[in-house]
């Protein structure tokens, strides 16, 4: 029983010593404020499929983009590919990823809607990626022909010239989902939130969801990060699947600096991972300001 108590009270004097987050308003809410956001990241995926392993990194950029007028509820977000995609360590040369890749290349750079939450809703570039398709389709033919042609032609038309097509096709983005998770919400008063939320594991099948509870730990970490983290079960009683999410914001604008997302498929023995890594990362240094919490 002492032991307990002297635990306690060691928890409760190092939480002390730490710098508490800034939530907004007595909704305490971590808000969306992405009018900084200029970063390179590092994305890992990690797919496990009994004693498969197969480790997938790209890196890639986001930044916010200017809008023609002053508004809070959305905003307009760019990605850019940076870097090549490493197999296990080593570029991409098998030829069924080639057509797959140069099918993905013209969707970047792609800009999106993000809302308030930080979730994305919508694409922002269609005429860009019709403009696009046009001046590298010849290109696209000398390099590949026949059946590879027509198969890379009907992917990008299919997808081009149908939005809903194409949001459906980008749906299926792990980095996209994980990244813009709506995570930006207000919490209780016990720092926590319920949700239901939905994750592509399985490509070209039905997303799954899971009911999952959102929580904030309202002292910072020893990183001076602010953590968020979701866990949860899938809908389907009929499946065993596990979701969990560790995010790591900035406490200054609430940026993600770096996250990791587990999808475990137990009945399928199949297990994603993906993590995401702030490629400028830094020292927090907290700026002044004052916490609801105090």
């Keep these: 029983m002492n032991d ?10 190092n939480n002390e010593k730490k710098q508490q987050v800034r939530f907004i308003s007595q909704d305490y809410i971590l808000p969306f404020r992405p009018f900084e956001l ?20 790209q890196n890639f950029s986001i930044r916010r983009l200017r809008p023609d007028t002053s508004q809070s509820d959305y905003h307009f977000i760019q990605i850019d590919k940076i870097s090549d995609l490493l197999i296990n360590g080593e570029p991409v040369d098998k030829r069924a990823y ?38 590298q389709r010849e290109d696209i033919r000398e390099m590949f ?10 992917n990008i038309e299919n997808a081009i010239n149908d939005n809903a097509v194409l949001v459906k096709l980008l749906s299926g983005n792990w980095f996209l989902r994980a990244y813009f998770n709506g995570i930006h919400r207000a919490y209780t008063r016990s720092f926590e939130t319920e949700r239901k939320l939905f994750f592509p594991a399985i490509a070209g099948a039905e997303e799954l ?11 910072l970490n020893d990183d001076n990060l602010i953590e968020v983290t979701q866990t949860g079960e899938t ?26 997302l587990e999808c475990n498929l137990v009945d399928m023995n199949r297990r994603i991972n993906v993590q995401v890594r702030n490629l400028n990362e830094s020292p927090i240094i907290m700026d002044s300001g004052i916490s609801v919490l105090v």
């Design 209 to 219: 969801e899971f009911s999952i509870v959102q929580k904030v730990n309202p002292y």
């Design 145 to 154: 022909s026949g059946k590879t042609f027509d198969l890379i032609t009907k």
């Design 98 to 135: 080639t057509v797959a890749e140069k099918t993905a290349a013209l969707l970047y750079p792609l800009r999106v809607v993000v809302n308030e939450y930080g979730k994305w809703i919508d694409i922002s570039s269609y005429h860009k990626l019709k403009d696009r398709w046009e001046k």
């Design 4 to 13: 307990s108590n002297n635990n306690n009270e060691a928890q409760k004097d």
């Design 235 to 260: 809908e389907n009683e009929n499946l065993e699947e596990q979701y969990f999410a560790q995010y790591c914001l900035n406490p200054n604008n609430y940026i993600i600096e770096n996250l990791m």
């Design 38 to 57: 200029n970063h390179k990241y590092a994305v890992t995926y990690t797919i496990e499929k009994g004693d498969t392993i197969q480790v997938l990194e």
